[in-house]
Nanobody
Framework: QVQLVESGGGLAQAGGSLRLSCEGSGRTFSNYAMGWFRQAPGKEREFVAIISRTGETTSYADSVKGRFTITRDNAKNTVYLQMNSLKPEDTAVYYC????????????????WGQGTQVTVSS
């Protein structure tokens, strides 16, 4: 089992920045590819960004490319999502997730999920 705990959400103005963190515990963090997903009210959960076990490979949804950056620090068992140039449409609950295989954009491929952290962007 891997336990994931997100933090760093909150309220930001459009054009502002937030950094989300997700700390893992319970298993060797570096064994897991990690992803960030989000779910806005009334919408399905969607892919945001993913990072490979070593951090060498990343991938982003088109809607956040160039604005969001995913990184990880395996020594701290933590994955981050730096969010810049925030837009009101980025408002959602953000979840981190982990899987023991390679990176994937598919939600159902992920075995472990955090509880989520709310991000609200005002216009």
């Amino acid at each position: 089992q891997v336990q994931l705990v997100e933090s760093g959400g909150g309220l930001a103005q459009a054009g502002g920045s937030l950094r989300l963190s997700c700390e893992g515990s319970g298993r060797t963090f570096s064994n897991y590819a990690m992803g960030w997903f989000r779910q806005a009210p009334g919408k399905e959960r969607e892919f945001v960004a993913i990072i490979s076990r070593t951090g060498e490979t990343t991938s982003y949804a088109d809607s956040v490319k160039g604005r969001f950056t995913i990184t990880r620090d395996n020594a701290k068992n933590t994955v981050y999502l730096q969010m810049n140039s925030l837009k009101p449409e980025d408002t959602a609950v953000y979840y981190c997730a982990g899987r023991s295989g390679g990176i994937s954009r598919t939600l159902n491929d992920y075995d472990y999920w955090g509880q989520g952290t709310q991000v609200t962007v005002s216009s």
